[in-house]
């Protein structure tokens, strides 16, 4: 099974609308820390991609998807920061696999694209969040990320139970 990823630009992200919908209800079913809650309606989560489609034309919003053999299986966004004294750093966003494609690579191939993209854009510092105790975890200190450290209570899950968060970075050469 062939793997492609894709930069998407705003011009070609009408034909993955459907597939970012869906991967991104399949992500928050199968229990992913990524700002909703159960039950994930398909309206909210077109509205969520619908918003990022408005953002993609500034170039502050990098979108890059993974599809294998013609299906969309993952995501992963790239936030440049815009500010004189961030102009180095950008933030990692929504890395989301397909609970189906799960443990085939495609998490890391993301990963490490959005940092080719990153160093395009001559950004030298990545951070990122996750859930404290999630499997992306071992994936970002894999990668050679480091744990600045958790913030307790940070999110909150269906069942109104605190959760925390950990931050991370990473310096590209």
Excluded: C
């Excluded at 929504?94 to 395009?120: D, T, Y």
């Amino acid at each position: 099974m062939s793997i492609v990823l894709r930069l998407v630009s705003a011009a070609e992200f009408a034909p993955y609308l459907p597939g970012l919908t869906e991967l991104l209800q399949d992500a928050v079913g199968s229990g992913a820390s990524v700002g909703f809650l159960l039950p994930l309606a398909a309206a909210e989560a077109r509205e969520y991609w619908q918003e990022i489609e408005t953002m993609l034309p500034s170039g502050n919003i990098l979108l890059v998807v993974a599809e294998q053999d013609g299906e969309l299986v993952g995501t992963v966004q790239l936030h440049l920061v815009r500010k004189a004294n961030g102009l180095h750093r950008a933030e990692v966003a929504k890395l989301l696999v397909h609970s189906k494609a799960q443990r085939q690579g495609i998490g890391r191939r993301l990963m490490e694209e959005v940092e080719r993209v990153a160093r395009r854009h001559h950004r030298t510092t990545l951070v990122l969040d996750t859930l404290q105790g999630a499997p992306s975890e071992r994936l970002y200190q894999n990668l050679g990320y480091v744990p600045v450290g958790a913030i307790p209570n940070f999110v909150y899950n269906e069942r109104g139970e605190p959760l925390a968060t950990v931050y991370y970075y990473k310096l590209l050469s």
